[in-house]
């Protein structure tokens, strides 16, 4: 079920994506996978500790998400190879999570010393 609903809404976005790629953008934007993990998550009889340490999880991934897109999107603009692209927006998005975690540390030793 899980499979087959995913699968569906994947294909629907596609499809928009091609007839109107801004519009087919805009929908891809909206959490669906977050939402959906959310629904399967209470699905399964997760308890909302789970559901809501899950939803903190996606905010903290987002501001690094974002990053990738940006690259992605430059990347692609100036013309580079689409999986490179990708390459250079996923190590955007670990290095910045990575400098996420190091200033958040940093800023609790600072606030708790």
Known sequence: MKVI???IIIAAVTEVAKRFPTYGGI???LPLVSLLSIIWLNVQGESSTTIS???LGVLWGFPATAVMLVIVYFSV???LPLFL???FGILGWFLF???QEF???VLKNHLLA
Do not use: Q, R, Y
């Open 77 to 79: 603009k100036n013309s």
């Open 103 to 105: 200033i958040i540390k």
């Open 85 to 87: 692209s990708i390459f």
């Open 27 to 29: 929908i891809a934007a």
């Open 97 to 99: 999570l990575m400098a």
């Open 5 to 7: 609903t995913s699968a």
């Open 53 to 55: 340490n899950f939803a």
